[in-house]
DNA sequence: GTCTATACCGTGATAGAC
DNA sequence: GTCTATCACGGTATAGAC
């Protein structure tokens, strides 16, 4: 990427994306992806149609860009944190704060069926998140603060799938506590 | 309605209309709901499209008529079993052999944000598997069989999420074993 | 109940001027 | 980089024959 070598070439098309960026999200996140037309989005950014053609060339790619800035955010929290499966619940607890974010997650999951770039996004996260989660398993195993009987995948794997059922419930019916049954699967998996 | 009274009248219209359904089914799970064309379904179907507005008016109205056939099935699924949990997990077993029908369900919950069909749809569904797995919970403490420290509704919960949330994961890698968390996660409500 | 034909409008996308 | 103009397609709708 030139951009660092002369920023100030590209850095009003770089702030343009950005906007554009920003205000599609607030568009997925609000209309959902099928019901956000790049006319919309042009409209609340402040240009035309065509114009935004220009940044991103199709909505497959708008949607990408979504995928992209979010997949930074998260492997930045994840690597932040020494300890993953802390992180994760906390991830769950903040999200149900931020209004719109579990609405646009669960748009972007059913996006993965039919979109390979959703597809390849989604296995990345699990994947890190997996091995970051099991891998604390197996140290709790060896700590004594984990039950030794349990396969420290399928434990991961576990709690992973209660973070991203418990939103869906929540999605239904916010009263649910997600990060409660979070919480309470992985103290399940406590030492006895 | 009157189908019953003189059920040959309306027999052929009827037959037509669960023809539509299951190719809408298809249509769905295989390419999404929002590549699915109505033209597309009615070629299929062997009928023109305005022959298949005649049955429903507008795409939602597919999209609805998907969603209740989907409920009755549900429903005489969990009735018809007096074990709640098993059944859950033989559901889940079951769906990783019926090509598209988890690319189904996720596209329905990529829905729910958007429409209150699919909202109506989910929570209905939601509310009757937590309160039939949490009485079978309390039964399961009453009999000593499920650890008697357990929150009976957190627990039914944690159990449907696992359930939803590994079938996003074995959508991303068919080699995820979807069911075995979810027992695994059984095992751990187990008396101790 | 089903067809053909036709039309309206919003959508994603392209071409080319400035 | 941004625009106008234009396109093809899809969801929806209607009229009218059979």
């Known amino acids: 990427m030139t951009a660092q070598i002369n920023r100030n070439r590209y850095a009003k098309g770089e702030a343009r994306r950005e906007a554009i960026l920003a205000v599609a999200l607030e568009c997925f996140a609000e209309l959902g992806y099928r019901n956000t037309s790049m006319r919309e989005v042009a409209r609340r950014a402040g240009l035309s149609q065509a114009g935004l053609l220009h940044h991103f060339p199709a909505k497959e790619d708008l949607f990408l860009a979504v995928l992209r800035e979010r997949q930074q955010i998260d492997t930045r929290d994840y690597h932040g944190e020494a300890d993953a499966i802390g992180s994760l619940i906390r991830a769950v607890r903040r999200n149900a704060t931020i209004p719109g974010l579990v609405r646009l997650y ?19 996260r699990y994947d890190l998140a997996r091995s970051l989660i099991s891998r604390e398993i197996e140290q709790g195993q060896r700590d004594g603060t984990v039950r030794p009987d349990l396969d420290p995948r399928t434990a991961a794997q576990a709690l992973i799938a209660v973070a991203d059922g418990m939103q869906v419930q929540w999605l239904l019916d916010e009263d649910q506590q997600m990060a409660d049954a979070v919480e309470f699967t992985w103290q399940l998996m406590a030492h006895q």
């Open 106 to 124: 669960m748009t972007l999951l059913g996006e993965v069926p039919y979109s390979d770039d959703a597809r390849e996004y989604f296995v990345g």
